[in-house]
């Protein structure tokens, strides 16, 4: 099995291409008997590596630097009836994480607060949400994963991968979580990439075209819109309307 000198990601036996799609590093075409052997079934991501000898930070960081730099050759890696409790681990870290990195810039933030923001200081300090964070991380994972798959029942019904490779791509996508390290500008820049994520998820891991994934993605967000501002047109419209009554009511009454 082709593996790159570099990076140490594997590759499927039939590859092409000599040099690694992730780092451009040459391959090692030959095939080591001892790896073979001994080393348990890696599907070339690094947090999924457990053959006793890896590192967790180092296929952390590994993890995190492909799914964020190239999704698309990540997500094609994930394969069916893996271990789900790994991408769930590798979900809740990140989770944390980014836990942490909010509180510590809203502790950053309470420095320069003005005083006609003093309401907001009791939200800025409440330090629950990093106890609360891995919990809330199932949560959305569950919620977004099952969401997606029942998004895609109605909108994409062949070539759909089933439940188990939905769940995993929303784990690693919570990699996205990470950017809030960013000082300033790490929401709007979380906002945009995880959008980029979930288009190049839904590309790799459920077989469809991008432009498509982007109209699954979009179309219900844009319904929902669409739906609640009938509805609140439809409140205030009923309410003027009788409001017109009652004041025609009391014309009418008066004399």
Not at 170 to 179: A, D, E, R, T
Not at 229 to 243: P, Q
Request: proline share 6%; aromatic share 14%; glycine share 4%.
């Amino acid at each position: 099995m082709p593996q790159c000198n570099k990076c140490n990601t594997l590759f499927d036996a039939n590859t092409a291409s000599p040099f690694c799609s992730l780092c451009g590093a040459p391959l090692d075409m030959k095939e080591s008997p001892e790896i073979v052997q001994t080393s348990a079934p890696y599907n070339g991501i690094p947090w999924e590596q457990t053959d006793g000898q890896t590192n967790l930070l180092s296929a952390f960081v590994k993890t995190v630097r492909e799914v964020l730099f190239h999704p698309t050759v990540f997500f094609q890696k994930l394969q069916p009836g893996s271990r789900w409790w790994w991408p769930l681990l590798f979900a809740l870290v990140c989770s944390s994480v980014s836990a942490v990195a909010v509180f510590a810039w809203n502790q950053v933030l309470l420095a320069w607060l003005p005083d006609w923001l003093a309401a907001f200081e009791p939200y800025l300090e409440n330090q629950s949400s990093l106890l609360w964070a891995p919990f809330l991380c199932v949560a959305e994972v569950l919620f977004s994963a099952v969401s997606i798959q029942l998004m895609l029942v109605f909108f994409h019904r062949r070539q759909r991968a089933d439940f188990s490779m939905t769940f995993r791509m929303v784990c690693y996508m919570q990699s996205n979580g990470l950017l809030l390290l960013l000082p300033f500008v790490g929401i709007p820049v979380s906002a945009v990439w995880g959008f980029y994520l979930l288009i190049a998820g839904l590309h790799s891991v459920h077989r469809m075209s991008k432009f498509k994934a982007v109209v699954i993605v979009v179309a219900p967000m844009v319904l929902l819109i669409c739906v609640v501002t009938a509805g609140v047109a439809m409140v205030v419209l009923s309410g003027l309307f009788t409001l017109q009554l009652f004041k025609d009511f009391i014309a009418n009454f008066r004399y």
